[in-house]
């Protein structure tokens, strides 16, 4: 058609700087051919081909995060922000998805092989799904999806407007829906975590959507900086549709880091899910979507910060104290997991209402902190079985020290961490997003911060108290002998754990030179 | 800083416990006597090499020893600063000197615990080295992270192999010295942001000592401080864990625990809140002496009503400790050096205590003053241990507490009268309270027919205690070495807090005396 023809004379094709986003490619690729191995590999070698296919993958684009890290540009039209707290955050996010991967690798824990179910689709309760637990097979394609996760994870903390911030959500989000349905054992709690992610995450996701149709329609553009240059030179004329969609924008993206009040998702999602799928939404989402909270922040509200600040001070403290609170009262591990995730969400959002290069910082420091332990942790959770597969219940653990010692230690190590007790990165970690806050002047937020970790600390020495001054019940669980991955993961995480609370100077100034935010 | 003395002696004595808990931990299980010998042979070593320090310590010199001070952290200013003074140097000592007595002591307790015998001692071991950072430390972010680890290993030692509600009370323990822990935290950033503001962020005291602090945010900080020591301390109305875990802990684990551990509150006061916070520390002096009153006449009346033997000892502490605050607070040279030899003097007569205790407890396997009675008649010995350990806990002049006491009780009189006046009541009551619990254990006839087997002093019992009693005699008798190496490090912290010893009425009166009055009392002197 001729029409056409003309009209694309007019539109200049977009320039890409295919260097720039060649983490996006390399992670596209590998997802790519994950889908061509389901087809073509014969299923006996698919396994091995899908973990080799992932973690070659998120390796190639860590090391192409990595060749980045002095990049400061707003590739393929503005569209993507490669700076520094992106290349950051996405080479975290690439970390936490080759461990997770390591996690998902594992078939020695469970008697009939892996933490992921045969089949899916099979109602439970069915004839088929009895068959289904004898079987030793696995779904495969959870290694793609993961890819495809992660790939929308790296679109997420890159974007550089609203909307292609909306496309990673999405790309991220769809595959952790069928993630977390794909557990081996107690497929009824999985198919329910799976069904009230999705419900619940397609809700903030059309929050986030309509929060961005109002700031669209406030600022005329998408791109992130000209929404603050649009505040910024706003006189006269009424901001009530850029207050509008801040507050709608910042519930999509409060959803997705779990802070109150909508964390609900966390404990269910997190307990039904299969644990490597757990490990894997959170470290990698929790980093994915305080990337995206920080750059929506600091480069879109950035000229707002003073009406957007006490709004987060309110969401900081309510989160710090639901997670703590809450957490004392869980029974199951996953579940305590859940609303520890919760607290320290708060922690890190102190970071977020700091609004200084220290904050930001502090907070990216923080994630990679929390997320290596928490890795470690749940890691920890998949060894501990009983014969119905994981022993979650926290009665179960009784007296774990006395049979497993060196287990119980590791946990015990990951929970003081988690505690921020010194030498530990937890501490590291807390302490750079607490003098972060004092210096922005939140010092009302680090007294609720050191109140709340107190309380929270309780949970975790209750778990030590279990594992050790308790005598172990007579048909306790059973620690399974894991395979070359799973100790990998523990004994890596204890090792980052160790470091980043003696040694943390590096990654602090890693993440201090990161600084600042792409504009434009 | 001193030129004098290079060798860096607090590494080293941080260094050698932590070797020997890594060999102790790499023992093998089943034998657990090798993992005693090696404990004992490192904690011995470090005894040595603290005596040695002590002896190359330069008692007049200004400032601290010993220093070093290496970039750590240089994102947030931390440096790994260490060093000595007078006052670090006495509570170095104090570890270095219980650490291999509890080691003994605790030969046949660690195997009763829940967890194998190796761990017990590698605990200590660790506990120990924490102990000599928290007091070596001369940056505050190293302090602090030494002050809160240290709860790990003390928490461990005490639910593992503590007694029966052992889990309740390593949990009180561990959530009340957390508590206060984080609200340091909190002041600890506080006080780097300020330095920050002030020029560039540091953690070192030296620097920090030199900050102008608004009084507003001074009274805040010391309150973060003033709370996480007092309930380390544990000054009233801060201590109902300190009973539980005294009562709870292994008998090695509270000579720790009550000796030496608890000093890092009152420590805390002299190196920390005072210096950093002089104008806060002049406003709230008055609530804490009031407090330390209490708390020595709470402590003593609590104690007299105590059942339990090892919860007498502990609520014997919480009164003690208040006579520690009282002169810590009351600014003058001698109760600051008093508190200060207190301190050491406490962790001997209270850890002899608790030995003495542990020995008799162990042997009935009941801490009931109940379950005994008349027992100086069966061990003659372990008995008059008790009375003699217990003369010293109850300031009997000849003994080391006495002096210590006797110190607060002078300087702070200069001061605060009325605050004197009754904290001198607690002395009769500690009569009170240690006679009448070694009447209704030792003296009478037999009550018991059980303890009628009991053992008298075994020959490692002897070991452990003879070190003890010789202290308490030497110190008792001749303080002063202790002292000079003390006083002028309490005369700088408080030259840093700007209060000078009050001058005495009679040379206000004496006209010679009255031209230096001015310039030598300084703008504090009024008491």
Known sequence: MPALVRGAGVIATPSVSYRQISPLVVLFAAALVGVLVEAFVPSRLRRRVQIGVALLGLAGAF???????????????????????????????????????????????????????????????????????????????????????????????????????????????????????????????SQEAAVKYFLLGAFSSAFFLYGLALLYGYAGTVNLGGIATAFAGNVGRTDSLFFLGLGLLSVGLLFKVGAAPFHSWTPDVYQGSPTPVTAFMATGTKVAAFGALLRVFYVAFGTARWD????????????????????????????????????????????????????????????????????????????????????????????????????????????????????????????????????????????????????????????????????????????????????????????????????????????????????? | MSATGTTPWVTILAAVPLAGAVLVGLTPRSRSDVAKVTALVASVATLVLAIVMAAQFKSQAPGYQFVQSYSWIPAFGVRYAVGVDGISLALIALVAVLTPVVVLASWQDAELGTRPPRLFFALLLVTETLLVGVFGATDVFLFYVCFEAMLIPMYLLIGSYGGARRSYAAMKFLLYSLFGGLLMLAAVIGLYVVSLHQGHGTFELASLERLRISSGVQDWLFLGFFVAFAIKAPLFPFHTWLPDAGAESPTGGAVMLVGVLDKVGTFGFLRYCIPLFP??????????????????????????????????????????????????????????????????????????????????????????IAAFGGVAKVTPVLAGLFLFVGMSSLALPGLNTFVSEFLVLVGTFTRYRVAAIAAALGIVLAALYILIAYQRTMQGPVVHQATLGLRDLTTREAWVMAPLVFLIVALGVYPKPLLDRITPAVQATYALAHRYDPTPPLAAVHPAALGTRGSGAGGGGRP
């Open chain 1, 308 to 520: 957007w600040r006490p709004l987060m001070w309110a969401v900081a403290i309510l989160t710090m104290v639901v997670g703590s609170v809450l957490a004392i009262t869980q029974t199951d591990v996953k579940r305590m997991l859940a609303y520890s995730s919760v607290a320290h969400v708060g922690f890190i959002l102190t970071g977020l209402v700091a609004a200084n290069r220290a904050g930001l910082s502090a907070a990216m420091f923080y994630l990679l902190a929390y997320g290596f332990t928490t890795l470690g942790a749940f890691a920890v959770v998949t060894l501990v079985r009983s014969p119905e597969g994981e022993a979650n219940h926290l009665s179960q653990w009784r007296g774990l020290g006395r049979r497993s010692p060196v287990l119980a230690g590791s946990f015990a190590f990951f929970l003081f961490a988690l505690a921020g007790i010194p030498l530990t990165s937890g501490f590291t970690g807390k302490f750079a997003v607490f003098q972060a806050a004092v210096r922005g002047g939140a010092t009302g937020l680090v007294v609720v911060g050191v109140i709340t970790s107190a309380v929270a600390a309780f949970f975790y020495a209750r778990v030590v108290v279990l594992m050790f001054f308790t005598e172990p019940a007579a048909d306790g669980p059973t620690v399974a002998v894991p395979s070359f991955y799973t100790s990998a993961v523990v004994g890596l995480a204890l090792a980052v754990t160790l470091l980043l609370g003696v040694f943390p100077q590096a990654v602090l100034n890693l993440a201090h030179g990161a600084w600042p935010f792409v504009y434009g």
């Open chain 1, 63 to 189: 090391g192409a995060v990595a060749a980045l890290h002095a990049t400061h540009a707003v590739p393929v039209e503005g569209a993507l922000a490669v700076d520094g707290p992106g290349l950051f955050l996405s080479g975290t996010i690439l970390l936490f998805g080759f461990v997770s991967v390591l996690l998902l690798a594992e078939r020695n824990l469970d008697s009939t092989g892996g933490a992921l179910v045969v089949d899916a689709a099979v109602l439970p309760g069915t004839q088929g799904a009895g068959a289904m637990l004898g079987s030793r097979g696995q779904q495969t394609e959870a290694y793609p999806l993961l890819v495809f996760s992660v790939l929308g994870m790296v679109i997420f903390v890159q974007a550089n407007t609203l909307l292609v911030m909306f496309i990673g959500l999405e790309v991220l989000s769809l595959p952790l829906y069928l993630l977390a349905g794909l557990a081996r054992r107690r497929r009824l709690l």
């Open chain 2, 279 to 368: 104008e806060a520390s002049r406003t709230f002096a008055p609530y804490v002496i009031t407090l330390a009153v209490i708390g020595i006449l709470y402590g003593a009346l609590v104690a007299m009503a105590q059942r339990d033997l090892k919860r007498l000892v502990s609520y014997t502490s919480v009164a003690h400790f208040g006579f520690i605050a009282l002169g810590c607070f009351a600014f003058t040279s001698e109760a600051g050096s008093g508190a200060v030899l207190y301190m050491v003097n406490h962790g001997l007569s209270t850890g002899a205590l608790f030995l003495v205790v542990g020995f008799l407890a162990s042997r009935r396997s009941s801490r009931d």
